[in-house]
């Protein structure tokens, strides 16, 4: 049998690779049956360029915004078909330039269960398909009225995601796609203007989000490595006005590329390494960002007892 760390680093790591707000949950693996893998990863984006709107540009009001996150993540396999995933960040951000003063705090809890509902074995390849359901909602009171130095935007998210896995001898291929419907969102002041119109309350529309992600990797039996393609929808908001800062309910697409690389430390038992990086190539009202992250995870056998 595969080393469990592997498992475990897989399923988990997947859950933030995209929007720190939406687990992605797009691989093509289950956490064991009765084994439990938690761990810590450090995250750093930071960008120069954004667009706004669809014009892409540079602020130098605040140079280079950077955000770093320290992200505690947990997955337990309920059994070989049913896991059960959930995770917690504390998040800072910070400017080069200008007079903002950077945010920090703990941001959302998300909690996802995934269900392999479908498996077939051939020869040398196999079939597989996956439900998810998340939930995932703020766990404190910051400030999400000051965009891009905010931690989150504030918003309780259902998201249901489907996924489909084929592989063929250690090649493998995934494709994913999810609808998150977001609550609306409130501020601390009685009215705010935005797309051209002035609305007299503190209550923000915040609208959903529909992402797809392709991943294609190749593995062996303690090391992995994959290439993958992300891109995120909001399913409307306005522009970022000219020369102005980012609302909360702006619409925020992105295309993004990234790869990945997984490997279980030798000679320390159930102990793994992951790291990854990400890189916008297109966008509208985000930054022009490189992400990487990268962590341990360790994992608890419940099996035996």
Known sequence: MKNFTFFVLAMVGSLVTVHGQTPLMTDGRMMPGKIFGNGIFYGHDSWKNYWEGTLKR??????????????????????DKISIIAMVPYVWTKASGG????????????????????????????????????????????????????IGLGTTNLAARLTASYSYKSWYANASGAYTCRSNTSLDRPAYYTNGQLYSTNMVRMYDLFDFILRAGYEKENWHAEVYYTQQNTLGGGDIRRQDMPFISNQMNSSKVGALVMWGVPNVKNLALRAWGTYTVDGRNVG???????????????SKD
């Open 288 to 302: 022009q960002s490189f992400s990487i992250m990268t962590g341990l995870m360790y994992h608890l056998d419940f």
């Open 58 to 79: 540079d602020n130098q009001n605040i140079g280079t915004l950077t955000t770093q996150s320290i992200t505690y993540m947990g997955a337990y396999g309920i059994n």
């Open 99 to 150: 007079t903002l003063s950077g945010m920090q705090g703990v941001q959302d809890l998300t909690v996802a269960a995934k269900y392999n509902f479908f498996k077939k074995d051939y020869e040398h390849s196999g079939l597989k398909f996956f439900a998810l359901g998340s939930f995932s909602t703020p766990l404190t009171d910051y400030n999400k009225d000051l965009l891009p130095m905010s």
